[in-house]
């Protein structure tokens, strides 16, 4: 790994300086800046001494974005600031202070002067109770993550298409009987959806289609409740039926 002895970043990765760690991972580390601009403002950098974005490889920086993404979804989930900067500093006419590439980010309030650096050190207190609910956050964030990757994107792709279909088929009828979810449509719809599926195949694809049929049974059981509320005695009492249409 390369490693500088004097550099302050450095020193944080060898665990040879204290730090608010956020999250760590095999290529980068998140951090408190200890001159908060801003309330929040978080540090990403790589293990490895690079100088600048000219000496960091693409490995390197592709880390960097990929926690820098996550960490920002985790400000966001967090803190709900107005808005987040992200930034990164090459060279000393940039205003770099620190020479071992780092990103910034910083949640900003509306209307608040625009700066890059200050030298008012941050509460530590404060500093540690924002480490921690920016590591709660962020766990929540990669265990989203990590459900995301487990479907495939292919599975991702066909429920697009299996959303278009099933909203034509709620658009189309006419009557509350051509409603997919009146029992006879449903059937019709949901046997041969299925029909590639025998019983005990635990496929990606198998599985999507049994939890995409579940979905819908969730769905339509309101839609059923609110059917036989009104029609049973062949008035409509309650206004429109619940939607069953598909985000
Ligand atoms: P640069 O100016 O190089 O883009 O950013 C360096 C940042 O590191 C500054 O925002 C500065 O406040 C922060 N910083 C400098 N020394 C330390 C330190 O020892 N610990 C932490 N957590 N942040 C530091
Ligand atoms: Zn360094």
Known sequence: MATRPDCIFCKIVRGEAPAHRVYEDELTLVFMDIFPVTDGHTLVITRDHFENVFEADEVALTAIARTSHKVAAAIRSALAPDGLMIFQLNGQAAGQTVFHYHMHLMPRTSGEPLALHTRVPGVPARLAELAGKLARALALVLAVAHMACLTPASVRQEREVWRGEWNARVL??????????????????????????????????????????????????????????????????EGEPPSVLID
């Open 172 to 237: 189309a009828a006419k009557t509350a009987w051509e409603n997919p979810c009146a029992t006879r449509p449903f059937i019709a719809w949901a046997d041969p959806f299925l029909a590639s599926c025998p019983e005990g195949d635990e496929s990606a694809e198998c599985s999507a289609r049994r939890d995409w049929v579940e979905d819908r049974v969730d769905q339509c059981r309101a839609w059923t409740a609110w059917q036989l509320r009104n029609f049973n005695k062949h008035e409509r009492t």
